[in-house]
Nanobody, 124 residues
Framework: QVQLVESGGGLVQAGGSLKLSCSAS????????MGWFRQGSGKEREFVAS????????DYANFVKGRFTISRDNAKNSVYLQMNSLKPEDTAVYYC?????????????????WGQGTQVTVSS
C-alpha cells in the first residue's frame, strides 16, 4: 500500500526556517507529481507547492513564492519543502501528496495519496 510519511515539522520563531521531508513507499515514485498542502486551525486546506515527476517543473501558491522551495530526490523516493522567512500565518498542519498529474494541475486536483501531516508552528 502507498505510504507518505512527513517529518521535519516543529516550533520556530517568525523569520526562521524549517525543512519538511516526505518519504514515499508503495508507489512508483518517479511517475508521480508530488506536492504540499496545508491546513491551519479553523481554515480550509490549501495548496502550497508542487513539483513534477522529474523535478523540472514546479508551482507555488502566491503566498509562499520567494520563501519556500520544493524539491525531490527520486533516488530516495523523497520530496522536500524548504521554508524560509516563516510567518505566524504559516502555522498549519502540512500534508505531503502524490498525484498522477502535471505540476500546475496539482493545485486543482489535489492528491491521489496523502500523508498524515506534520505540524508547523511559527511563533511571533
Amino acid at each position: 500500500q502507498v505510504q507518505l510519511v512527513e517529518s521535519g515539522g516543529g516550533l520556530v520563531q517568525a523569520g526562521g526556517s524549517l525543512k519538511l521531508s516526505c518519504s514515499a513507499s508503495g508507489l512508483k515514485f518517479d511517475n508521480y507529481a508530488m506536492g504540499w498542502f496545508r491546513q491551519g486551525s479553523g481554515k480550509e486546506r490549501e495548496f502550497v507547492a508542487s513539483i513534477n515527476y522529474s523535478g523540472e517543473d514546479t508551482d507555488y501558491a502566491n503566498f509562499v513564492k520567494g520563501r519556500f522551495t520544493i524539491s525531490r530526490d527520486n533516488a530516495k523516493n523523497s520530496v522536500y519543502l524548504q521554508m524560509n522567512s516563516l510567518k505566524p500565518e504559516d502555522t498549519a498542519v502540512y500534508y505531503c501528496i502524490a498525484v498522477l498529474a502535471v505540476a500546475h494541475r496539482v493545485r486543482f486536483v489535489g492528491g491521489d495519496h496523502w500523508g498524515q501531516g506534520t505540524q508547523v508552528t511559527v511563533s511571533s
